[in-house]
């Protein structure tokens, strides 16, 4: 690897640290912010020089405190003297610095900086934005590439989002138990927000979209090495994890969408399914359980087939039914729905999903699962509705595309024998 | 004699590699192996998987089990088994076995990403 590759990652690590104590030092974001980069400027002249610090988030938090003090001091040459309060509290910081590495702070550090970013107040596209740019150090340029808008439009949302968290009281003290809970749970669905940004992809944007699959991984891992007995939090890392091994198998050339069924396994990233399965593990002996770890284990489920037949259908229809009590969502019955098509056949999952139909009534997979349960019971007349009321629903043309292959071979199967189209 | 490696490095750095520059490091480190492997002198490898998949069995009597890596600067590294589980229970059930055969301390149970058996004769 080369320096400046090693100096980018070392930088890129000791992030979400540095900025969350620089960030406790001065209360500010954009001073933290700012304090940051004028340690990795300087960074960048001294570590390849000098070579790399022991601890380079340590170095990066006093040079870039140092340096925020100074021009502070410049400042206020110039200027009227601030109030003393501005600065009493960083007198003291320099003995107390090494103490304060030592881990009790930043894990609250850390935490707090990714929570700022989940204010209430913020839409969800903003909070993620917030994040990539603030925690993960992400540019601007790279985070609007991957929500596929201009850089304008998401400086402009990334803008928007800081000064409403400026405007928030963001409380600076050590957290109590429930409030540290309480955080974490914004924090863990925040992180699932920005896996299922770069998740939901369609074939031809995956690639560019899958940056915001691995910084979420980046992030659970990281939360998950602050807080080591969440079983929550193990579930949540799994569930991306396991989701995230399929990536290579789930589109094909033209960027069509392949099911989990057809997908080739052989592509499937073992090293990522491995993890996730070890950590699913670790969090079922807590049993304490919840709804990423249920979701983990449903995807454990499929990981562990080898083959689309060696589904254990009947575990994931009881799972799925937890979760149904856990959390209560015409989704998660529509998705039982499909393993219990698997357990007891079309007819029972059909009458699943009937008196889902008016809630869901704009919802493209509802018609797309149960277009196919129809076409399994040989209704085609039927599942040629739902279908075309699918493919007018679909959010990508990748959705579209594949219902349309479902409508294609309905058309073929009722063709006369004998003149059946060509492949 | 026969030399153990043990692999030290900041995590989240590691961690920071993109796929890229993570391929090349382990493309790197094959030149090295093959050769090793060539001469008959490599042992088993293994890349095991980030700490957060960690778990700890302080052999206390009863033993305790706490999540995470192994974490205390007391003791030293003294010696290490690869053992084939079904799964983290029956892992830790050997670790319990071992325990009780040599109480005081450890074990840190990791899972193995990457496991290479080698061909040294011992």
Known sequence: MTDTAWIDAALTSARPQAVGALLRYFRNLDTAEEAFQNACLRALKSWPQNGPPRDPAAWLIMVGRNVAIDDIRRTSKQQALPEDEAISDLDDAEEQLAERLDGSHYRDDILRLLFICCHPDLPATQQIALALRIVSGLTVKQIARAFLVSEAAMEQRITRAKARVADADVPFETPGAVERSERLVSVAAMIYLIFNEGYSASGDTAEIRSPLCEEAIRLARLLLRLFQSEPEIMGLTALLLLQHARAAARFDADGAVILLDDQDRSLWNKSLIAEGLALIDKAMRHRRSGPYQVQAAIAALHARAEKPEDTDWTQIDLLYGALEIMQPSPVVTLNRAVAVSKVKGPEAALDMIEPLAQRLSNYFHYFGVRGAFLMQLGRNDEARIAFDRAIALANTSAEAAHIRMHLDRLQRDSQPRGKKAGK | ?122
């Open chain 2, 1 to 122: 004699m026969l030399y153990a490696i043990l692999c030290y490095h900041d995590e989240d750095h590691v961690g920071s590699w993109t796929k890229e520059q993570d391929a090349a490091v382990m493309t790197k480190l094959a030149v090295v192996q093959d050769k090793l492997t060539k001469q008959g002198r490599l042992g088993p490898v293994a890349r095991l998987l980030p700490t957060t998949a960690a778990t700890t069995l302080r052999k206390d009597d009863p033993p305790l089990v706490l999540d995470g890596p192994y974490a205390e600067t007391k003791e030293q590294l003294l010696g290490f088994y690869v053992v084939d589980c079904k799964n983290l229970d029956e892992a830790l059930d050997v670790a319990r076995d071992l325990g009780a055969a040599n109480p005081g301390g450890a074990y840190e149970i990791r899972p193995v990403g990457l496991f290479r058996p080698g061909s040294v004769q011992s």
